[in-house]
């Protein structure tokens, strides 16, 4: 089966400046997630979707980053303005309702 | 919240044995799983306990202890290959998501 798609593979944006990330999940997988990696460290999710619906999204900084998933599928993840700190890959993963999750390769965001 | 604790490095000869430890504290437990991450590329699936005990998957075996908070990832015939990030990730009960630490990085050397 086709993995998780995600695009763009690198990003490198100035501070203050806006970007917007895609992924397509695994077909009929339900569950969506939103993943941040900062260098060093494991993956934090920013947030969770079951369908079109918002699970969590405690740990998303909701003044800068938002995300919509449309119709349930598809997922773009947006900051609005970028700051150095969030210069990360950005990783999208998907699953069934309980299962186990499988990993896009990420964007690579570098703000400067 | 989840506080979850595994060595930042580890280095590790080619034909080796080693193990990766993982000490976790959550407020529920539904599941422990273990992921390689290599340099650029997504984390992949290793393996996955929620009872105690050994799963054994050809050269990687993991192990947990619920009653310890304590889990960890046995890597046999080490390979060059094997040099990457190991996450340990919890599952709380009641949710699907995965919380992550911080990973340790494995060095295989000739």
């Known amino acids: 089966e086709a993995g998780v798609a995600q695009s763009p593979r690198y990003k490198i944006i100035e501070k203050r400046q806006s970007v917007a990330f895609w992924c397509n999940p695994i077909s009929g997988h339900a569950t969506l997630y939103w993943y941040q990696q900062i260098l060093g460290q494991g993956p934090k999710l920013l947030i969770q979707?079951?369908?079109?619906?918002?699970?969590?999204d405690s740990q998303l900084p909701k003044d800068r980053f938002s995300a919509e998933r449309l119709k349930g599928v598809d997922s773009t993840l947006k900051i609005q303005p970028a700051k150095l700190e969030d210069s990360a890959v950005y990783l999208c993963a998907s699953s069934l309702a309980q299962g186990l999750a499988t990993f896009g390769s990420g964007t690579r965001l570098t703000v400067v | 919240g989840q506080n979850i604790d595994q060595p930042t490095e580890m280095t590790a000869t080619e034909g080796a044995i080693v193990q990766i430890n993982c000490t976790y504290q959550t407020s529920g437990f539904n599941g422990l799983f273990w992921y390689q991450q290599h340099a650029g590329e997504a984390p992949t699936f290793l393996s996955y306990?929620?009872?105690?005990g050994l799963e054994e998957k050809g050269r990687f075996s993991s192990f947990l202890s619920r009653s310890k908070g304590y889990s960890y990832l046995l890597l046999k015939e080490l390979q060059m290959k094997d040099s990457a990030s190991y996450l340990c990730a919890v599952r709380p009960s009641g949710y699907s998501t995965l919380t992550f630490g911080k990973g340790t990085m494995l060095l295989v050397s000739p």
């Open positions: 979707f079951q369908n079109n619906g918002v699970v969590d």
């Open positions: 306990n929620v009872l105690d």
